[in-house]
T-cell receptor, first 112, second 117 residues
Framework: KAGVTQTPRYLIKTRGQQVTLSCSPI?????VSWYQQTPGQGLQFLFEYFSETQRNKGNFPGRFSGRQFSNSRSEMNVSTLELGDSALYLC???????????FGSGTRLTVV | GENVEQHPSTLSVQEGDSAVIKCTYS??????FPWYKQELGKRPQLIIDIRSNVGEKKDQRIAVTLNKTAKHFSLHITETQPEDSAVYFC????????????????FGQGTTLQVKP
């Protein structure tokens, strides 16, 4: 079974630009969550989707948004990028909410 | 608020010794507690998890204990090996009430474990 696939692996963007990250969950998994990982703040929850519905949102500004498609693939978008958005963005999927999350390898975003 | 405190932040042990990492959570409705291991440059990997209806769970050299009354849970690694060296994260789910959970995990700040050969 293929794992959680995130693309791209690395991204360099300029301040003010926007970016879209993609996550393909493990086949059959309908729950997808996104996390931001930085050395200073650790792992912070961004959002959770289940069957195309956002079920939870973390404490991030409205510049951070996401969606989930009918095939469970998910995207997150960050608009008007700031230097502080530089981080590893991790996606995790599960076959149910509230447990057994498998992480992808992440997208390393650098904002310059 | 929603918070998970993890201690210690760094832990150095000799190969063969035991290692213990402790976490405290704030949301009394939390009922799912996973532990992740993250090696340098790699993704977090789920190594063991426990639900609140269980007090202890073991998987070979790894065990997790949960004290729901005190809102504490701990990871125990016995007979440590150099390949156990990594950053370990505890997490607690945010409850939705009753026995159900949201998909939101609150993570501790991580423990860097170094196992010296």
């Amino acid at each position: 079974k293929a794992g959680v696939t995130q693309t791209p692996r690395y991204l360099i963007k300029t301040r003010g630009q926007q970016v879209t990250l993609s996550c393909s969950p493990i086949s059959g998994h309908r729950s997808v969550s996104w996390y931001q990982q930085t050395p200073g703040q650790g792992l912070q929850f961004l959002f959770e989707y289940f069957s195309e519905t956002q079920r939870n949102k973390g404490n991030f500004p409205g510049r951070f948004s996401g969606r989930q498609f009918s095939n469970s693939r998910s995207e997150m978008n960050v608009s008007t990028l700031e230097l502080g958005d530089s981080a590893l963005y991790l996606c995790a999927s599960s076959d149910r909410t509230g447990g057994g999350y498998t992480f992808g390898s992440g997208t390393r975003l650098t904002v310059v | 608020g929603e918070n998970v405190e993890q201690h210690p932040s760094t832990l150095s042990v000799q190969e063969g010794d035991s290692a213990v990492i402790k976490c405290t959570y704030s949301d009394s409705a939390s009922n799912y507690f996973p532990w992740y291991k993250q090696e340098l440059g790699k993704r977090p990997q789920l190594i063991i998890d426990i639900r609140s209806n269980v007090g202890e769970k073991k998987d070979q050299r790894i065990a997790v204990t949960l004290n729901k009354t005190a809102k504490h849970f701990s990871l125990h690694i016995t007979e440590t090996q150099p390949e156990d060296s990594a950053v370990y994260f505890c997490a607690a789910s945010i409850g939705r009430g009753g026995s159900s959970n949201t998909g939101k995990l609150i993570f501790g700040q991580g423990t860097t474990l170094q196992v010296k050969p």
